[in-house]
């Protein structure tokens, strides 16, 4: 479907609830994170609804190479050659926004394994 009304990322890229957004493109917008996890905690969203990044994949793989572009500008300008992306899918890898997004973090020591 291209938008959910009860998505709240949905109601972001439409502009009907507020974001710092950082970043547009013609298929994405990047905003930060409400509750940042390092100095830089931005989330990358597709404008066409779609519950997670495999569906996205499959719905129009062009999404999610622009999503991964854009995290690389998102984080260059701030500084960063060096970041996580994050998609978390499912409730039991902590999803718990429906609509795809791609977490881009960066600007603090990032351990591996992730917790
Ligand atoms: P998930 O847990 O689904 O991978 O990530 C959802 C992310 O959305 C969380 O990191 C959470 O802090 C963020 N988030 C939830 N509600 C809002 C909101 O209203 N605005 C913004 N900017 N981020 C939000
Ligand atoms: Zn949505």
Redesign the pocket.
């Known amino acids: 479907m291209s938008a959910d009304p009860d998505c ?2 949905c109601k ?1 890229v439409a502009g009907d ?1 507020p ?2 957004v950082v970043h547009t493109s013609e298929r994405t917008v990047a ?7 390092a100095p830089l ?1 931005v ?1 990358v969203v597709p404008r066409h609804h779609e519950p997670n990044a495999a569906a996205t994949a499959s719905a129009d793989p062009l999404d999610l190479a622009e999503i991964a572009i854009t995290a690389r500008a998102v984080a260059a300008a701030e500084g960063y050659d060096d970041y996580r992306l ?3 899918t499912g409730a039991g ?6 609509h795809t ?1 791609c ?1 881009v973090i960066a600007g603090r020591d990032l351990t591996w394994p992730p917790g």
Not at 31 to 37: L, T, V
Request: charged share 10%; no cysteine; net charge negative.
């Open positions: 709240l990322f972001i609830v974001a710092d905003f930060r994170d409400i509750n940042p996890q905690h989330l994050v998609f978390n890898a902590q999803q718990t926004v429906f997004h977490h």
